[in-house]
């Protein structure tokens, strides 16, 4: 089938659709706004990954440490009387992307076997220092007890979770475009350079480990904004939130979206969830059954997953002087 071609402006054009589609949501599906800011943060967690594995070429499966971390330091401080949310997203950047840029120490240096075993023994760890502190981070019950103020003081977080949708979706929107304009500039396109060929841009001096080690922290920081979102949102931190199986369940849903893709973690996360949630209603006892063979048949007959599909059936017209 022959790709179809498109200008960079109707490109710009299905962009704004898609984000003016996800605002809509809020009037279209009111019903399901609490699945749809689930959707928009796990859709932000998976473009932290994907910053890290698909544009610098990291391999991990334990960035489930930073999103608990910024869960966990978001949840703390709503505990303990400081429930600005905007603040509190600060502070789980903060401490998410020291945490990220003090491990890549261990991991940048590392062979890819290296790293993946790393990355699983940090998230490990973590999850059981967070079950041992539990009089602190409240071990398999969770972390309880939340008070997060109102949005700007005004907008309070309600049980029908329209607050939470909005807040959501603008912070979400900020940070992918933040996350954007970091990969377009010459540093993100260096990631491209060390992910294509490491020894080539060795070669041509670019501080390679510096790059990776920047890189690997940012990722973590973005992580660790959606741990946050997701915490002052459900006013609740799990201890799964930290644990191996988050970060498996959102590798999966980034190769479902494709990797080295802006828009992959964002796609990957609606189609997830929503086939998710689908099967869980669909089947109770058995859905598990029904997601890993829908995973199995997407990822066979989508070679670099939904957005590697879309790339192949349309193209963009480079722009000429």
């Known amino acids: 089938m022959k790709a179809i071609t498109l200008s960079p402006g109707q490109l710009r054009a299905a962009e704004i659709a898609f984000w003016l589609l996800l605002a809509s949501s ?46 966990y330091t978001a949840g703390l401080l709503a505990r303990h009387g400081w429930g600005e949310p905007f603040s509190g997203l600060l502070a789980a950047l903060v401490v998410a992307g020291l945490l990220g840029y003090a491990l890549s120490y261990l991991i940048v240096r590392g062979a890819d076997l290296t790293r993946l075993m790393i990355t699983i023994g940090v998230c490990v760890l973590l999850y059981e220092l967070a079950n041992r502190l539990s009089g602190i981070t409240g071990g398999t019950d969770g972390l309880q007890g939340m008070q997060v103020s109102p949005v700007f003081g ?16 603008g912070v979400v929107l900020l940070m992918f475009l933040l996350v954007r304009l970091v990969l377009r500039s010459p540093f993100g396109l260096s990631l491209r350079g060390i992910h294509d060929n490491r020894k080539r841009m060795l ?13 690997y922290g940012f990722s973590a920081a973005v992580a660790g904004v959606a741990g946050a979102l997701m915490a002052q949102t459900t006013q609740f931190v799990g201890i799964e ?24 973690g964002l796609i990957g996360a609606i189609v997830y969830m929503v086939v ?23 990822v066979m007959l989508g070679r670099g997953g939904i957005m590697g599909a879309l790339s192949r059936r349309f193209r963009v017209k480079e722009q000429t002087r």
């Open 26 to 71: 809020f009037f279209l599906t009111p019903d399901h706004l609490t699945l749809l800011s689930q959707i928009l943060i796990f859709g932000l967690f998976a473009v932290a990954l994907d910053m890290a594995l698909g544009y610098a070429g990291i391999l991990t499966v334990g960035h489930a440490a930073f999103f608990g971390a910024g869960a």
């Open 154 to 169: 005004v907008f309070e977080f309600d049980l029908f979770g329209k607050t939470a949708f909005c807040y959501a979706l």
């Open 203 to 215: 070669a041509i001096g670019t501080p390679v480990e510096s790059r990776l080690r920047m890189a």
């Open 241 to 264: 939130s930290i644990g191996f199986n988050r970060s498996a369940e959102i590798l999966i849903i980034l190769v479902l979206g494709g990797t080295g893709r802006l828009y992959g």
């Open 276 to 298: 998710h949630d689908w099967f869980a209603d669909m089947n109770p006892q058995y859905w598990m059954f029904w997601l890993g063979i829908f995973l199995i048949a997407a």
